[in-house]
């Protein structure tokens, strides 16, 4: 059992360290992170937050993240949830090869599809808005989402359907009061993962945006100015992106290897 | 042959109705993945046999690229099959820390109390990180000026520059990829893990079997299934790695680190060669379409078998 606990704290050592070092690093002036080398901050300040915060060029970058991924996430699991209750519940023509489909798009590689979106959404009119990324990022995200919601959904017993039906329920009636507080927990996960997936992607973001929907990712990679590099402005944006993942996991720390093995655990 | 994948469910499964009225809840699904994936990979297809000398002229060029893209002699080709290399290696060595780090982490999660939430927050940290914020991170760790690692390695002496040395950029890179993603692995086999009955311990302990018999004989049959879909899903992701890389040595030094995904976007947004850059991406996506069915058949058969298993 020592020996595991050495295992686990030096793995999880590991992994804080550089994140540690970014926090740090968020909270020093540009002086001092450029000077010797200093384990923690030795005149802690917030002013590259203040200035994140205070800067529409910034601050925007935030709210356009999060209004695309919301979009995203809300358009993923609504369509997902009626496709996912048809796969779970039925077969029908071709429904192996579609399972199979949505999967090959949830690995496809999104430098494939950064040019053609580019094409696509200029023609469509929908460059630059946070609606081009949002639908963007339904490539993968609804294909997750019906994995994840086809794995939950899979684990209530098919006779409740049935009795409900029996019980002169109508279908809508059934799905929305009865079958929709069933898998509450598998709907939280899947918008979980819709809203993760559609926040950590940047190749997609970057590409379908120019100036009024950039995100906050996107922006982050030019704080090079003619004095240099801004460190501690860069590092500060950082872990504002971390924040909102390491806010929501706590909630769905319980099921976020099923989420990740797409509803397959 | 979706609850076919649930083994919970194999006695329901030939129950299952057959309805093609069920094409209805799957029709906007369909509709909207349709339209982020088969119009453009169209275009695509359309741009890959053309040729363009600017101002949206066109010229057929047939199977053209598609010859120089597989034909090693050539510039397009010899860049595409390095790049390739490049990505299995990459892929390979990945998984060959990982999967392995990752048993080794999950065998050693506590297995019940408050340690249990705080190991899988923690671990999952890296997973929610945006992607070009992890290269970042490692950007600047592994400076010898501004970084933890980079200036302790240069301390003790250690000639480590990501920039100019190409055995410390893909140290680097895959040191990055481990943080970032060993945590995926670790999950998975944790919760295959939570699924083996106390009974079995009991009864491993009862015959007196050592640490590695547990392993061997109940631990790693039980994580067969999510271990499947962990390479799977390390695989893809780790072949399609663009942001990351791109983000601490952007290819470099010279073209080390250049991954088929870096090249791909250099070609297409960078130069704007939509010939190229369309076969290139036809073939790319190929390429991961069939490492995904294989994946695919293996793990329906594997689930399959193990529900005969249990009935």
């Not at chain 1, 800067?55 to 919301?70: K, P």
């Not at chain 2, 390390?234 to 080390?256: H, K, L």
């Amino acid at each position: 059992m020592k020996s595991s606990r050495i295992v686990l704290f030096t793995y999880t050592l590991f992994l804080m360290l550089p994140i540690y070092w970014l926090v740090n690093m968020s909270l020093k002036t540009n002086v001092e992170i450029t000077g010797p080398l200093t384990l923690y901050p030795q005149q802690p300040t917030l002013q590259n937050y203040v200035k994140i915060f205070t800067d529409s060029s910034w601050y925007m970058g935030y709210v356009n993240a999060v209004l695309y991924v919301l979009i995203n996430t809300f358009i993923s699991v609504v369509l997902a949830l009626p496709a996912a209750y048809a796969f779970s519940r039925y077969r029908f023509v071709g429904d192996k090869h579609l399972f199979f489909w949505l999967l090959s798009n949830r690995m496809a590689p999104a430098a494939v599809f950064a040019l053609p979106f580019f094409n696509l959404y200029q023609a469509v009119g929908l460059f630059d808005t946070v609606w081009a990324v949002a639908l963007a990022h339904c490539l993968f995200n609804v294909p997750l989402a019906v994995w994840i919601l086809e794995g939950f959904i899979s684990g209530v017993p098919r006779e409740i359907d049935e009795t409900a039906s029996i019980d002169g329920y109508s279908f809508p009636h059934f799905f929305g009061r009865i079958f929709i507080p069933l898998i509450a927990n598998g709907i939280g996960v899947a918008a979980f993962f819709c809203f993760m997936f559609s926040w950590v992607e940047l190749l997609l973001a970057r590409t379908l945006t120019a100036t009024n929907a950039k995100p906050i990712s996107a922006i982050m990679t030019r704080t090079v100015s003619a004095a240099g590099m801004d460190w501690g402005l860069l590092a500060a944006a950082g872990v504002l992106t971390i924040i909102p993942g390491a806010v929501v996991i706590w909630f769905v720390r319980n099921y976020i290897a099923k989420g990740f093995a797409l509803g397959r655990v | 042959m979706t609850s076919a994948l649930n083994p919970k469910l194999g006695g329901v499964l030939d129950m299952k109705p057959y309805n093609n009225r069920a094409w209805f809840m799957v029709l906007p699904v369909f509709l909207i993945v349709a339209f982020s994936a088969v119009l453009p990979l169209m275009t695509v297809v359309n741009y890959s046999v053309q040729d363009t000398f600017g101002n949206n002229e066109f010229f057929w060029n047939g199977i053209g690229w598609f010859k120089e893209l597989l034909d090693p002699n050539s510039e397009l080709g010899g860049r595409f099959i390095d790049a390739m290399g490049r990505n299995f290696i990459f892929s390979f060595l990945i998984l060959a820390i990982e999967i392995p780090l990752g048993i080794a982490v999950a065998l050693s999660m506590p297995r019940q109390g408050i340690g249990v939430s705080i190991s899988l927050v923690l671990l999952a940290l890296p997973l929610l990180i945006p992607w070009n914020v992890v290269g970042t991170i490692w950007q600047v760790f592994g400076r010898s000026d501004i970084g933890l690692m980079g200036w302790a390695l240069t301390e003790i002496g250690v000639d480590y520059n990501y920039v100019s040395g190409v055995i410390a950029a893909w140290i680097t890179i895959i040191m990055m990829d481990v943080w970032h993603w060993t945590s995926l692995v670790v999950l998975l086999c944790y919760a295959g893990l939570r699924a083996i009955p106390d009974a079995y311990y009991q009864a491993a302990r009862i015959d007196g079997a050592s640490r590695w018999a547990i392993f061997r004989a109940i631990q790693l049959p039980k994580m067969n299934r999510v271990l499947i879909i962990a390479v799977l899903l390390r695989f893809m992701d780790s072949f399609m790695i663009y942001t990351e890389p791109f983000v601490v040595t952007g290819g470099g030094p010279g073209n080390a680190t250049t991954f088929i995904s870096i090249d791909l976007v250099k070609i297409a947004l960078g130069q704007f060669d939509l010939g190229k850059a369309a076969a290139l991406s036809l073939v790319y996506n190929l390429i991961i379409l069939t490492v995904c069915w294989v994946f695919y058949t293996i793990m329906t058969h594997f689930e399959n078998a193990e529900r005969r298993a249990q009935t």
